[in-house]
């Protein structure tokens, strides 16, 4: 018998000894309000091949109070969950430019000025900017 | 110089079954070290408490403990950033032999699992091994382990399954994989490969905050998994 086999396992909330624990269970749990949001994106298309009526529904569901709401927690998690990839990513994928490692500093900044640049282009094109 | 009390945790298997926590003053200053802090125990107050230490400079990486449940080496540690109370415990997710001595038996095992030394066959023993210093700044971070395992004792994922080969063999596996000397990688990636190789890692990321010598082995590991996937997407072409 390996020594180890006589340790008692770790209990489940392991994750609640230390706040960095925490913080990577709130990074991994951010998949739950995204999920959400994926099915309503889903339900979207959905509709959108049912017809007009099944529609006009979702537009109605999709702009419901509750609904609105964990959508705003969707968008907050999928930030919160993009802050800490962008750290991680250098980190795992260390790049170099003519033999020189690029600073972890602006590979951060360039991927937040990725989010800045789409959501503009997402925001030209969905507010009509395109018509 | 003033006294502080300081409590560790107790196992002596030939007295009692379970652990205890006993409670110990030590004089303090302001350079005081928690290694001094123990070996002050040991010297003046009770010669029963049993622990490791050898180089007290952070490069032995012997005097691993938990501190009020985080990771330190016991050398690197002042008892002057310690204002509460200091629960001294012997390192997390290891059996326990004797009071802060731990079986790190398993670790060893995964170490010598990946084969963490330069392999070249081909290699001239009488002729020295020519490298520049950007194939050096490659893997230089990662030669940094001291094999003291603090990382061990923060990877929840080996504390669940033991069979994880762990932060620093990865790490260890890894700087070898960046080494223009090494011709070896054919080797270690099946090791690396497997469930319990890369990929039973989820970038808990704790393992790079205790590292006393900064080697980032989540980094590593993590880089790992770029290497696997590769490999494995390789060999699959290859059929």
Not at chain 1, 74 to 101: C, N
Not at chain 2, 25 to 41: G, M, Q
């Amino acid at each position: 018998m390996h020594p180890n086999e006589r340790l008692p396992p770790l209990p489940r909330s392991w994750w609640l000894k230390h706040r960095y624990f925490i913080a990577y269970m709130v990074r991994e749990a951010t998949v739950l309000p995204l999920l959400f949001f994926a099915v309503c994106l889903l339900a979207g298309l959905i509709a959108l091949l049912r017809g007009e009526a099944s529609w006009m529904n979702w537009l109605a569901f999709m702009g419901s109070a509750p609904v609105l709401l964990l959508n705003g927690l969707a968008l907050a998690a999928s930030l919160y969950h993009a802050w800490t990839f962008f750290q991680l990513f250098p980190r795992v994928m260390p790049l170099r430019i003519a033999g020189r490692p690029l600073p972890h500093q602006a590979v951060v900044a360039a991927q937040w000025a990725g989010v800045a640049v789409v959501t503009l282009i997402s925001l030209w094109l969905f507010m009509g900017g395109a018509r | 110089m003033s006294t502080k009390s300081i409590r560790i945790k107790r196992y002596l298997p030939e007295q009692a079954e379970e652990a205890f926590w006993q409670r110990y003053e030590v004089p303090v200053d302001d350079s005081t070290s928690l290694l001094d802090a123990l070996n002050h125990v040991k010297e003046e107050l009770d010669s029963s408490l049993s622990y490791r230490w050898s180089c007290r400079m952070a490069i032995c990486g012997s005097c691993g403990v938990m501190v009020n449940g985080i990771p330190k080496l016991g050398c690197k540690t002042f008892l002057r950033d310690y204002p509460d109370e200091v629960r001294i415990e012997p390192l997390a997710h290891f059996p326990v032999r004797r009071d802060l001595m731990v079986d790190m038996e398993i670790f060893l095992e995964h170490l010598a699992a990946v084969k963490p030394w330069l392999i070249d066959e081909a290699s001239n023993a009488a002729e020295p091994n020519r490298q520049t210093p950007a194939q050096l700044a490659r893997y230089k971070q990662f030669a940094n382990c001291i094999n003291c395992g603090l990382c061990y004792s923060a990877c929840p994922q080996f504390g669940l399954n033991p069979e994880f080969l762990g932060p620093a063999a990865i790490a260890l596996a890894h700087r070898y994989n960046l080494d223009s000397r090494d011709h070896g990688k054919a080797q270690r990636m099946p090791e690396l490969n497997r469930h319990e190789g890369v990929w039973s890692c989820t970038f808990v990321g704790f393992c790079s905050e205790v590292c006393p010598k900064h080697v980032d082995p989540a980094a590593a590991v993590n880089q790992g998994k770029v290497e696997s996937a590769k490999h494995t997407l390789i060999a699959l072409f290859r059929g």
